[in-house]
Every structure is written in C-alpha cells, then in structure tokens.
C-alpha cells in the first residue's frame, strides 16, 4: 500500500475552506411539483434518501456579468443530461423532462432576481418512508435550490493539496460515473482529513494506486506543455467541466489532452497541475505535501485557461455562446 507522506511541520499555507450555507428562511425551491419558499421545502426523518443516500445530485454554476445586466447559466443543459443519466442508476423516475428541469431552474433564478453569481442545487431521490434496503417499487422526488455563491477556493494564487489516505471508491462497488448522493462520504472523508491537517485540497489514488481525481473535482496535469488528465476507468467522475477544458484547451491554446493513467510520482514532476470542476473551476495546484509543482507558484498555462473559461462563463466570449444560458430578457436597445 502507498503511504501517506506526513505534512510538513509548518505548512506553508493554511486552509481556509469557504462552506457555502443555506439560509432555510430564505429564498425559493422547487419541491412537491411547485416552487415554494425554502422553509416549507422538507422532508421527514424517515426518508428512505437520508437513511440510505439513495439519491443524486447536480452542481450547477451561474455566472452574474454586470455589464451585459445578465445571469448566464453555464452548461445547463448538459447537467441535466447527466442528472438524468445518474437518476437511471438509482431507478429514479421523475415526471419532469430534461427541458421541464431547466425550464423551472430559470423561472427559480428569476423569481429571485440574482444580481451576482450563483450555485444551483438540483436533488432527485427516493422519498418514500421506510428503512427497506431496496430501489425498487420506491416513490422518488426532486428539488431544486438554487444561492449565492463566489469562489469555492482560492483560484488565484494555488492550492496546497495532499494524496488522501482514502481510496477513491471503485466504480464496481458504487457507481461513480453517476453524482450519487452516498459516494460521496468518501469525499467527505477525504477532505476533511486534508483540511483537518492544514491542506486546501486533497487527491484520491484508486485501489490500483493511480491517480483519480481530487475530493470532488478532475485533476490535469500539464508536462512540456502538454495536457494529461486520469482516465474515465480509473473511477473519476466524467466532469461537465472537465469536458469543457478539454474542449477549450485544443480550440484556443493548440493542446490536445491525453486520458490515460497516471502514476503518483508523476504529479511531483509536473510543470503544473490544476483541479477542475463546478465548485473549484478551474484552481492551480502549487504545492502536493510541502513539495513545489513546478515553479511553486500558478502556472501560465494554467491561468490562461483559467482567464478563457471564466470569461466565456460570464457570456463575453461569442465562440462559446452554446455554453450559456442566459437567465433574463434581452435588453432592448
């Protein structure tokens, strides 16, 4: 088994974690077929979801561009896509189509004339009451939050990160190509741990020993200005913004990204690394347990990409006007 390199005695940058919260007497959702205020938006002790987990997830960002007075949703539609693909893991069925959850989303985000950037929570799950171990011959029901959000991390001056004790759970035992709401105990697990000892951010290593993912996140690394990124088969969840870096990384910068499997000892060599996915965006990687990426601090490749993908999730770049959806009516002019 690999060990866990010890952090260093005094680490060279504390983690300060931002823990988004969600006031219960504010706001709106959508539950039990319409959108209420979030204080009557409830469920019982009983719920077969809390006691078990059985439900899945999406994470949505919503970026607030002041000069164009508007809210751009990004990838709204393909989130949606993969909710549905999760819910089919879980054998949730739900009466709202794809274009009916992304239709309520925006009427949500209206309703509460968000001026600034904003995290939406969209939650599918097995609400019967009982504490039968099955899916099956369940209820289901949705929910869809959305609040106010900035950055997750720090994404401009680099993350301090360790290699987690904790293995990434294997695709054979839960199904981690779906955002299933029980897996993610053991990014809880890990990230707590790595904060606990004064990291920002932790790396999962799969059974087998390769490089997985980061606690809730994709991880690319970049060597001689080429792109690697872990492979679908080492139990990484296929992220919406992962595919979109991807994307972005051959059309702008001239780099295509090779998915294969990558070695522990690799990330020490990298030139840079940087995490990606809808809470942390696109986050350099300076140090891994007291050891310098490359030059210790965010590297340029890196930020471009960074200052091309926020730009293009705030609506101001027309090539990727696909990626937004735009929250309220056009100006007219």
């Given at each position: 088994m690999v060990q866990q390199?010890?952090?260093?005695?005094?680490?060279?940058?504390?983690?300060?974690?931002?823990?988004?919260?969600?006031?219960?007497?504010?706001?709106l959702a959508y539950f039990g077929g319409a959108i209420v205020p979030m204080s009557e938006a409830t469920v019982s002790v009983s719920t077969h979801a809390l006691?078990?987990?059985?439900?899945?997830?999406?994470?949505?960002?919503a970026y607030w561009n002041a000069d164009h007075e508007q809210l751009y949703v990004l990838k709204l539609r393909e989130h949606f896509e993969r909710f549905a693909h999760s819910q089919r893991m879980l054998r949730i069925e739900i009466p709202e189509s794809t274009e009916d959850l992304c239709a309520i989303t925006l009427e949500i985000l209206r309703r509460q004339n968000f001026h600034q950037d904003v995290y939406i929570r969209p939650l599918a799950y097995k609400s019967s009451r009982t504490?039968?171990?099955?899916?099956?011959?369940?209820?289901?029901?949705v929910t869809i939050f959305a609040f106010p959000m900035g950055n997750y991390v720090d994404i401009s001056t680099g993350l301090h990160v360790s290699i987690s004790s904790w293995r990434r759970v294997s695709g054979n035992a839960i199904p981690?190509?779906?955002?299933?709401?029980?897996?993610?105990?053991?990014?809880?697990?890990?990230?707590?741990e790595a904060t606990a000892a004064g990291y920002d951010e932790t790396i999962f290593l799969t059974e087998s020993g390769n490089v997985s993912e980061g606690s809730s996140c994709n991880l690319f690394l970049v060597r001689r200005g080429q792109f690697s990124?872990?492979?679908?088969?080492?139990?990484?969840?296929?992220?919406?913004?992962?595919?979109?870096?991807?994307?972005?990384a051959e059309r702008n910068l001239g780099i295509q990204t090779t998915e294969r499997a990558i070695d522990r000892t690799e990330l020490y060599d990298a030139d840079e690394i940087f995490l990606t996915g809808t809470g942390v965006q696109i986050s350099p990687v300076t140090h891994i347990e007291g050891r310098p990426i490359g030059s210790g601090k965010p590297g340029p490749i890196t930020m471009e990409l960074q200052r091309r993908y926020l730009a293009a999730a705030r609506g101001e770049n027309p090539d990727?006007?696909?990626?937004?959806?735009?929250?309220?009516p056009a100006r007219s002019s």
């Open positions: 390199i010890n952090p260093p005695t005094t680490p060279t940058k504390a983690a300060t974690p931002v823990i988004p919260t969600v006031a219960a007497e504010q706001g006691n078990y987990g059985t439900g899945c997830f999406e994470g949505i960002r504490i039968k171990l099955t899916l099956s011959s369940l209820e289901n029901a981690v190509r779906a955002k299933t709401v029980g897996a993610y105990v053991n990014s809880a697990l890990a990230i707590d990124t872990p492979r679908t088969s080492d139990d990484i969840l296929e992220g919406i913004t992962r595919n979109a870096v991807i994307e972005m990727y006007a696909a990626w937004c959806t735009p929250v309220y």
